[in-house]
């Protein structure tokens, strides 16, 4: 009788140490699964903030061209006037 109980004993204890080899498996999957989805998560950000930083260099480059575009206009719009005016001295004199 008191080795069925210890064979008993061993049965129910080994069939908790499966349990839980089981349940530590499935957790490592479940932590596996969500550190590839954190990673894959990170990867996006990270391509959506180069995409973003992309996007401000080309605004600021499109930005300083029309400014330079401005700037080259205003002196010669001052270079045209400058020349005009010598012009209109010259014929006046």
């Keep these: 009788m008191e080795r069925q109980l210890q064979m008993e ?5 080994k069939e908790y140490l499966q349990k839980m080899l089981r349940e ?3 957790n490592k999957q479940n932590a596996n699964n969500q550190r590839q989805a954190e990673i894959k ?15 401000q260099e080309a605004d600021r480059l499109r930005e300083f061209r029309a400014r ?5 206009n205003f002196m010669n719009t ?15 004199e």
């Design 9 to 13: 004993k061993r049965r129910q204890e």
């Design 24 to 26: 530590n498996e499935s």
């Design 41 to 55: 998560a990170d990867v996006q950000a990270q391509y959506e903030y180069g995409q973003m930083l992309d996007k």
């Design 68 to 72: 330079e575009a401005r700037a080259q």
């Design 78 to 92: 001052l270079a045209s006037d400058v020349i005009s005016k010598q012009q209109n001295r010259v014929r006046n």
